[in-house]
């Protein structure tokens, strides 16, 4: 359920407060339990302790597959017999407690407030926004990577981006099997486009919306770079208005490739550093990866702003590749946005200046070990 | 421990293939007939003997009766120049149930669908068609599910259709998308016929 903020209240945006934290089975961990009541959590420890576990265990307190898109069957312990997270939250509305848990080889279940629930009711519980290291290369690597990121950006302000992608692709797989198996129908495809243009229409407004309200809320950014974004597609892909149109002027065009070449499925995301006029493409690592840290901050003020409710953030070794200033700036940043967050690392100097809950993460025979650090 | 006799594991498999049964309800539903072979086995048996002699598609409309045609295409105050066009029986049924309509039926027994390999042809378009002009047929109101395939469905019948002139129309979808008839109550069945829109 969505509260707006009480506009001039001076506790306008309440963040989403995880009380309480179990994980069981998930991973490396047999069983973990973290009461951050809100306050930030620090992970540190050697590669391969279960930092990025512990977050990705975070992660499946949203819809969907997880800040790695595992396949469900890596998600259990090796072995085990399946895995659970439960989180008691502490949201504007009351506390909430939410559960989600797969046994092995069966789907993912969920639990909120006791009673059972479609996975997709947990975005309207937590919103969980992540920075993970596999995100490193996002605007240097083919757009499928970035398509996903402005896709999740897009459904975190506006849940009904997944129905209108799912629609889309679902009508788009069916015209693209018409055209390897050479079917001639003008009525089937002109059937097929006309979902296809409902729905991408719905799809490209929905992203256009969401970039226009990170836009917006990079305007405050004062330390990490701007990026100014737009949504891009490929020449072939253009549609110049009229998907409907351009997909049936273009079946003999998409027969001869063997799929669909029009259409926002071929949509990508662009980025240039706005004070520099350099693509992000062209930036060196550090600026690339605080060019997603404005993003994501962006991102995250604005769903405070719009829902009265900050995200869960799940930063996944990010600060080492930040330099100490804007390290800093991120904590600021966490701190203003009081929100609920995760935060990983190879040490605990990275976290200097973070009032957070600082945990040691290290692995005994296989199996990961949380300290409180002294 | 010794396994079931030959016929009743063959009888358990039976029911363990029908839709929304599996292994264990199945030997359940076995089990309990078992116990109860003159109340519930014979009744049981000698019902379906009977609707397996007896059920007929209808030539007509798809549906499926004990007569061809059926009850409602063989009642000729069901002619009143409506056709309400749904994806299987199950939703005749529900549309029945719901006493919203009071013309007939034409059932396409499933939805177009290239990676299930449906085409239009494995649907009963051409004979709808057919119907429109031979039948004096004023109206067809679509009543597909709000999926992708039933909505590309109901798109392509609009065309097949566009050349008779005929007014086409669709349920207006207040229905929760993706809901199929059978599931929803007779209230909304009504409300959503009521509120038709032109295709
Ligand atoms: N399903 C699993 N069961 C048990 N251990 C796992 C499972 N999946 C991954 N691991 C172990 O987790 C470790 C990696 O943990 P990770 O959280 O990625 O480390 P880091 O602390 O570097 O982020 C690896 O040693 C891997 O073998
Ligand atoms: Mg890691
Ligand atoms: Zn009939």
Redo the contacts between chains.
Sequence with gaps: MRRRAVRGSPQASAAAVIRSLRIAGFRSHAEVRLVPEGRPVALWGANGAGKTNLIEAVSMLSPGRGLRAAAPEDLARRGGPGWKVAAELAAPGGDRAVETWAAAGEPRQVRIDGKAAPQAALAGVLRVLWLTPAMDRLWTEAPEGRRRFLDRLTLSFDPGHA?AAQ?YD??M???N??LR?Q?A?A??Y???E??MAA?GARMAAARAAAVARIARALAAEAVFPVPDLAVTLPQDADDGGDLAAALAAGRRRDMAAGRTLAGPHRADLSAVWAAKGVPAALCSTGEQKALLVSVVLANARALAEDTGQAPALLLDEVAAHLDPDRRAALHRAIGALGCQAFITGTEPALFEGLDALRLRVTERGGESVLEADP | MGRPPREIEALIAAFARLPGLGPRSARRAVLHLLARRAQAMEPLAEALRRVAATARDCSVCGSIDTTDPCAICADPRRANGAICVVEDVADLWAMERAGAFAGRYHVLGGTLSALDAVGPDDLRIPALVARVAAEGVGEVILALPATVEGQTTAHYIAEALAPTGVAVTGLAQGVPVGGELDWLDDGTIGAAMRARRRF
């Design positions: 129905a629609d679902r009508a797989r069916e015209r099997r018409l198996d079917v129908d009525r089937w002109a059937a097929l006309a979902q729905a």
